[in-house]
Nanobody, 126 residues
Framework: VQLQASGGGLVQPGGSLRLSCAAS????????MGWFRQAPGKEREFVVS????????FYKDSVKGRFTISRDNAENTVHLQMNSLKPEDTAVYYC????????????????????WGQGTQVTVSS
């Protein structure tokens, strides 16, 4: 599985961006896909995940109501719509995937994911 992230950029506070993660290989519905981010000087953190099978979604508390993950099976792509962006959302965003079964306690750990995209920079600044 290869993942290609895109859609980052510079946006003002309150603005929106849409990130995409295109997967090559098995259909994206075959695996759990998520987004993580890493700000300068900080550890990589979980943002959102879309679990295969039951299609459950999991969000970091600080992005609930502002970010939405969706899956386009026809294009084998997962999107992350980010609205009402804040300066603290500034980070490099990485998409990740896992083909094995995943349980709730594993969802938010980056070590649970087997495949990673290259990262895309999101900068929220006036």
């Amino acid at each position: 599985v290869q993942l290609q992230a895109s859609g980052g950029g510079l946006v003002q506070p309150g603005g929106s961006l849409r990130l995409s993660c295109a997967a090559s290989g098995p259909p994206s519905r075959s695996y759990t896909m998520g987004w993580f981010r890493q700000a300068p000087g900080k550890e990589r953190e979980f943002v959102v995940s879309f679990r295969r099978g039951d299609l459950s979604t999991f969000y970091k508390d600080s992005v609930k109501g502002r970010f939405t993950i969706s899956r386009d099976n026809a294009e084998n792509t997962v999107h992350l719509q980010m609205n009402s962006l804040k300066p603290e959302d500034t980070a490099v965003y990485y998409c990740a995937a896992r083909m094995r079964r995943i349980i709730n306690s594993q969802i938010m750990s980056d070590s649970s994911y087997d495949y990673w995209g290259q990262g895309t920079q999101v900068t929220v600044s006036s």
